[in-house]
């Protein structure tokens, strides 16, 4: 079961499909993906599913969380918390005093609303104080059926396709995924905060639910994945010898940073062209004058 612990994210895996109980990464504690952040439940559009997730004290998730004197709680996700007014998902949830919490997630509210969307679980008292507050991802992937409308959804498994990080064999090393589902989507959202903060400022703002451009996104969130993974490397680096013998198994943090940087600068690149277009595209419009017949000019 995925873990979400209190403001600080939590420790597991994919909490997702009909009534799925979170799906760990390949090795629980290994040096690869499993680790901390903020967990992700996953959905598709079209579809009912529900969700059963452990609120805790604790990053390990071993700690549960005391309910016994809260009297609600209510999952709310935003597309962006930078976004106000925009349209929100709202969804009461069951739950007992040792912090398991359950919630029901249908077409009326995914429809529509695919991408990647920040969750938060805010549990009241009786007279409708906030008391705790946890944090999650809330993927909602598009599915053939419910809404056509709006982008492609970036998902975990799409930038591990492009980085070839599908499974524990694929990562003979590692013997695990080196790339959590949280570091994926905290990459997308970085890319997203990366787009709306490079001048020229534009008169819309994008989120990971509304970015058009799903290729270029998946190539500025390897960058991120790739730069950050390179830090970790240089980190742990420490090359040791025995019976002759001479390993480091960590000294691949000066390749990353190339193919980081190469990454990054496609990204970039793209970044500073297409906000030049829109940037264009906003200095043209048309007046209307009503002393010429409301005629444009």
Same mark, same amino acid.
């Given at each position: 079961?995925?873990?979400? *612990? ?5 420790? =597991? =895996?994919? @909490? ?9 990464? !390949? ?30 004290? +604790? ?24 976004? !106000? ?13 040792? =912090? ?8 009326? !509210? ?54 070839? +990080?599908?499974?524990?064999? *694929?990562?003979?090393?590692?013997? +695990? ?61 420490? !090359? ?5 013998? @001479?390993? +480091? ?38 007046? @209307?004058?009503?002393?010429?017949? @409301?005629?444009?000019?």
């Amino acid at each position: 079961m995925i873990c979400i *612990a209190q403001n600080s994210g939590g420790k =597991g =895996g994919v @909490s997702g499909g009909a009534g799925a109980e979170g799906q760990p990464s !390949q090795k629980a504690g290994g040096f690869g993906a499993s680790g901390y952040g903020y967990p992700v439940i996953e959905t598709v559009t079209g579809v009912t599913a529900d969700f059963s997730v452990q609120l805790t004290k +604790d990053t390990d998730g071993t700690i549960p969380s005391d309910l016994s004197n809260i009297a609600s709680v209510e999952l709310v996700a935003r597309p962006s918390m930078r976004c !106000q007014g925009r349209a929100e998902i709202h969804a009461d949830c069951e739950f007992t005093p040792d =912090g398991v919490v359950a919630f029901t997630l249908g077409p009326e !509210q995914v429809d529509c609303n695919n991408g990647v969307w920040y969750a938060e679980f805010l549990c009241r008292d009786s007279e409708g104080v906030l008391r705790q507050d946890y944090r999650a991802y809330l993927c909602i992937r598009k599915g053939t059926q419910g809404s056509k409308d709006g982008p492609h959804t970036v998902t975990p498994m799409d930038v591990r396709m492009a980085l070839m +990080d599908t499974s524990a064999e *694929a990562n003979q090393l590692l013997d +695990d995924l080196e790339f959590s589902d949280q570091m994926i989507l905290n990459a997308v959202e970085r890319c997203m905060d990366e787009w709306n903060e490079t001048p020229p400022e534009l008169l819309k703002r994008y989120d990971a639910t509304t970015f058009p451009w799903r290729e270029h996104l998946i190539k500025g969130a390897v960058g991120y994945l790739m730069q950050s993974v390179a830090y970790r490397y240089t980190r742990n680096r420490m !090359q040791y010898s025995a019976s002759g013998l @001479s390993l +480091d198994t960590n000294d691949k943090g000066p390749v990353y940073v190339q193919l980081a940087a190469a990454a990054r600068q496609e990204w970039k690149n793209f970044v500073a062209a297409k906000k030049t277009e829109c940037n264009m595209a906003e200095c043209f419009g048309t007046v @209307s004058l009503p002393y010429f017949d @409301s005629r444009e000019w």
